[in-house]
T-cell receptor
């Protein structure tokens, strides 16, 4: 069975500082990988996704993530955090292949931003 | 509407009562999902509908939970004889295409259920 671990429950950074949110997964092959963001009172929004190919993927709002097969990781990064980035971030995996539809989510990392 | 709409946004009920949660997906989206988000937990898959195919109910935690999707559009998640452990945010999502690699999931804002 696949699983996702987000080791950091809560991270606080200063506005303008860089950010890295960690995500490790357990799966027998390379899964589909996703990062979602949930702002207070909002639904989840897709930030970026990885299926195959280039291991560095760009997403919305200036976020990027790097897939590292050797470390079973898909960490999310942003070079300069804005106050509006304060939210909860979820990493998710899905089985690769046509017709795959179910996501397995991590428990999330809450990001606080100090002005 | 422009996005996935869920109602009610908040529901407080007494233990043992039945509740119904509604999801109105984005028009034209054939795939519809229900997930549950408990405090401090990630999202837990509950059920998946795709077109006229039989739904995947493998994530429903007990037979007190059921869901239907009428006319390929609106979906209702019903919890019978609610228990305190059912307290959670129930999220609905829809997608234009059934596969993770072909369609993006769009989530509603959720229905927060509190069972006293």
């Amino acid at each position: 069975a696949q699983s996702v671990t987000q080791p950091d429950i809560h991270i606080t950074v200063s506005e303008g500082a860089s950010l890295e949110l960690r995500c490790n997964y357990s799966y027998g092959a390379t899964p589909y990988l996703f990062w979602y963001v949930q702002s207070p009172g909002q639904g989840l929004q897709l930030l970026l996704k990885y299926f195959s190919g280039d291991t560095l993927v760009q997403g919305i709002k200036g976020f990027e993530a790097e897939f590292k097969r050797s470390q079973s990781s898909f960490n999310l990064r942003k070079p300069s955090v804005h106050w509006s980035d304060a939210a909860e971030y979820f990493c998710a995996v899905g089985a690769p292949g046509a017709g795959s539809y179910q996501l397995t989510f991590g428990k999330g990392t809450k990001l606080s931003v100090i002005p | 509407g422009a996005g996935v709409s869920q109602s009610p946004s908040n529901k407080v009920t007494e233990k043992g009562k039945d509740v119904e949660l509604r999801c109105d997906p984005i028009s034209g989206h054939t795939a519809l999902y229900w997930y549950r988000q408990s405090l401090g937990q990630g999202l837990e898959f509950l059920i998946y509908f795709q077109g006229n195919s039989a739904p995947d109910k493998s994530g429903l935690p007990s037979d007190r939970f059921s869901a239907e999707r009428t006319g390929g559009s609106v979906s209702t998640l019903t919890i019978q004889r609610t228990q305190q452990e059912d307290s959670a945010v129930y999220l609905c999502a829809s997608s234009f295409s059934p596969g993770l690699n072909t369609g993006e999931l769009f989530f509603g804002e959720g229905s927060r259920l509190t069972v006293l």
